[in-house]
């Protein structure tokens, strides 16, 4: 089995950290060749100093000196600045780019990978979302694959596996609907970022999670959908399924549903992505189908939570509207 070496872009988020967690639990068959933050000057060493990569990179050219000194004892080379972001991704050393960065500023890192050949597992839905079109004409062209790392995204990509002749009818995106499902907009007059940040099921960063609140994050994720699976937005639907157990499933033209089941876990389509095509063993938490007795689906409410059609009209529009 040989070693996969994984670059890490936003290792100190929270889908950074759980990568880090999932290739401490298959050392043997991946490995860190790259670390970049943004500002986590600390976390940084501290990841450097566990995982040796080769290479680190910190975007804050002031925290610079901070970083380099502290790894002064070790072989590890020191970046910094946007453009060393940008150009590591291309290094020959590595064999996956997990864009775990949050925002616009993931899309660059992803196209100058694509253009080095790398294989990209994709968490920073923005990408697809502002330059869907591009990413997906410029992957085609250096014949990159592009892997999936969102938990909806990544159950979609598994129902999809072996349905090569089965065509598509529909995909159901499943959402959790949040700390505030089924309160009205006067209820939500007055509410705190505090409440907003208390996802009932996931642990996500804090813009990831604000947006769940709102069905943004939903809204972004059907663009990103639309570009990653090739299927118009009037064929893409999002439901509120509150237990989080199904992360989302595929209709197919005979009627048939596919649906991919397991915990509430990050951990999970990570190790999918950095893994693929195979599934290796792990001792994580799984989900006991017995320990859940009911499974519910409801229409989102797009009357009080109105982000979720502001995407799709701005996928309608078309053009740099997503932006």
Not at 8 to 24: D, P, R, Y
Not at 188 to 202: G, R, S, Y
Not at 204 to 220: F, P, Q, R, Y
Not at 249 to 259: C, I, P, R, T
Request: aromatic share 6%; glycine share 6%; with cysteine.
């Amino acid at each position: 089995m040989t070693q996969k070496r994984v670059a890490i872009i936003g290792s100190t988020g929270s889908i950074g950290k759980q990568a880090l967690e999932v290739i401490e639990h298959h050392n043997n068959y991946l490995s860190v060749e790259v670390l970049t933050a943004n500002k986590n000057a600390d976390l940084l060493i501290e990841q450097a100093l566990k995982f040796d990569p080769n290479a680190v990179v910190i975007a804050d050219k002031s925290l610079y000196l901070k970083v380099k000194e502290a790894l002064s004892s070790t072989d590890i080379k020191v970046f910094a600045g946007q453009e060393a972001l940008e150009d590591i991704v291309q290094m020959e050393t590595i064999d996956i780019v997990l864009n775990a960065l949050v925002g616009f500023a993931g899309l660059r890192p992803t196209l100058k990978a694509i253009e080095a050949g790398r294989t990209i597992a994709l968490s920073n839905k923005e990408t697809m979302v502002v330059a869907g079109e591009l990413v997906n004409n410029l992957a085609l062209k250096n014949k990159v694959p592009i892997l999936p790392v969102d938990s909806e995204h990544s159950a979609i990509f598994q129902c999809l596996a072996g349905e090569v002749y089965s065509p598509v009818e529909k995909i159901i995106l499943t959402a959790s609907g949040g700390p505030f499902r089924g309160k009205t907009k006067d209820e939500l007059k007055n509410i705190t970022p505090e409440q907003a940040l208390n996802h009932p099921n996931w642990s996500m960063g804090k813009k990831v999670t604000i947006d769940s609140a709102t069905l943004m994050n939903k809204g972004l994720e059907v663009i990103e959908a639309r570009w990653l699976f090739g299927i118009e937005a009037n064929r893409i639907e999002a439901v509120i399924h509150p237990q989080s157990i199904i992360h989302s499933l595929v209709e197919f033209q005979d009627g048939s549903l596919k649906a991919q089941i397991g915990l509430a876990d990050m951990r999970l389509p990570i190790q999918y992505a950095l893994t693929y095509p195979e599934r290796l063993k792990t001792s994580f938490p799984k989900f006991d189908i017995f320990s859940c007795s009911n499974l519910s689906f409801e229409k989102p409410d797009t009357d009080t939570f109105t982000c979720l059609n502001l995407a799709y009209k701005a996928l309608e529009i078309g053009g740099n509207m997503p932006t």
